[in-house]
């Protein structure tokens, strides 16, 4: 009898302790948003090149960020939050924090899991200084009040199980090569974490999570084939195609790209730096 009451509380405590484990939250340096220009300008500059209008901009008024859009998935519909500083329906309120917990650790401000149509995997590899000015500039928009509805996911789909799927993917994540050169490893930044290319580009395990050891090979979307991004289906082009290519989505057989690309071209890559530009070419060409 003694024995099962032991056995018993050292499983609970046992549980208790990996629960606590699994779902604690992670530890931040105390860190503040800046109001100054020079940091909204370069927030700017950085939600573009992250492509975060390609989903968050309104789906009413498409000039705010104020969100709606339905992203369709095997998983379900999701609809895309309201990133205005709207206090009840936009993220009034945010700390710098909340910023670091969202794009670093998929987290909200209370604790809770978001799922992954929100990139944050991708977005993980960004430095807190590009998240802090990220969110120097989303704080300097108007709010704009717009109540988006809530997903419509299968019964059995909680957002306490990305925990777990988080800790899987961890454990799938595979080393990049180590590159020294300055533009490729500012090209290897804008591709893997700002510019999120491997989310399209990467194929999918069964649970969803880029197959990272098959890094840009292409992947099916839907009905769609999203193309190979590595050095061979890329013979054919130039970096100097490359670059082009991300400024206006002409290939170099003169055709223009179409799909979910376009949305990318128009609100990210042709909104770059031509330095940028220049980087994600040197980067995608680079011999391996
Ligand atoms: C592929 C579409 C997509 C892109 C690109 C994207 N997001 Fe999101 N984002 C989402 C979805 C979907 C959610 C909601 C996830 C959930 O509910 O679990 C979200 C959630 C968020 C949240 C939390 C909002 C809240 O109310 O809790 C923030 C902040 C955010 N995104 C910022 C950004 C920023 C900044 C970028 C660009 C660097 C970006 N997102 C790019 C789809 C996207
Ligand atoms: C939202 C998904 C998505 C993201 C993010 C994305 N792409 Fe694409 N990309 C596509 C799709 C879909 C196509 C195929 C479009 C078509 O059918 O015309 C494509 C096509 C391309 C092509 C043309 C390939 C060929 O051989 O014709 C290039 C080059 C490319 N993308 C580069 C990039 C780069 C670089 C990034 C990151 C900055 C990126 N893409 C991010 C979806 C995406």
């Given at each position: 009898m003694k024995m099962r009451v032991t056995l018993v509380v050292g499983c609970a405590v046992i549980g208790l302790l990996l629960g606590y484990w699994l779902l604690a939250m992670p530890q931040l340096s105390q860190v503040a948003i800046s109001d100054t220009p020079v940091a909204i300008a370069r927030g700017e500059y950085l939600i573009s090149a992250g492509g975060c209008v390609s989903c968050?901009?309104?789906?009413?008024?498409?000039?705010?960020?104020?969100g709606g859009l339905a992203l369709v998935s095997e998983f379900g519909t999701f609809y895309v939050p309201n990133i205005?500083?709207?206090p009840e329906t936009g993220?009034?309120?945010?700390q710098a924090k909340d910023f670091l917990l969202a794009m670093r650790?998929?987290?909200?401000?209370?604790?809770g899991y978001y799922y992954p149509a929100f990139p944050y995997r991708s977005y993980a590899g960004l430095s807190d200084q590009d998240i802090l000015d990220m969110a120097a500039y989303l704080v300097s928009l108007p709010p704009v009040e717009s109540q988006v509805p809530p997903h419509e996911l299968p019964?059995?789909?909680?957002?306490?199980m990305m925990a777990v799927w988080n800790l899987i993917a961890d454990f799938l994540q595979s080393d990049f090569e180590s590159l020294s050169d300055p533009a490729q490893l500012r090209g290897a930044y804008l591709a893997r974490?700002?510019?999120?290319?491997?989310?399209?580009h990467t194929p999918r395990n069964v649970l969803g999570m880029s197959v990272l050891t098959q890094e840009f090979a292409g992947a099916t979307m839907g009905e769609g084939h999203v193309e190979a991004l590595n050095s061979e289906a890329l013979r054919g082009w130039t970096e100097e195609d490359f670059a082009f290519f991300l400024f206006l989505g002409m290939k170099p057989d003169g055709d223009y790209v179409g799909g979910k690309m376009e949305p990318v071209i128009e609100h990210n890559t042709s909104r770059l730096t031509e330095e940028d530009r220049q980087a994600l070419a040197a980067f995608f060409k680079r011999q391996i």
């Open positions: 968050h901009a309104g789906s009413v008024d498409s000039s705010s960020m104020s205005t500083p709207h993220i009034g309120g945010w650790h998929g987290r909200s401000p209370d604790g019964f059995w789909l909680f957002r306490w974490h700002l510019g999120h290319c491997g989310e399209c």
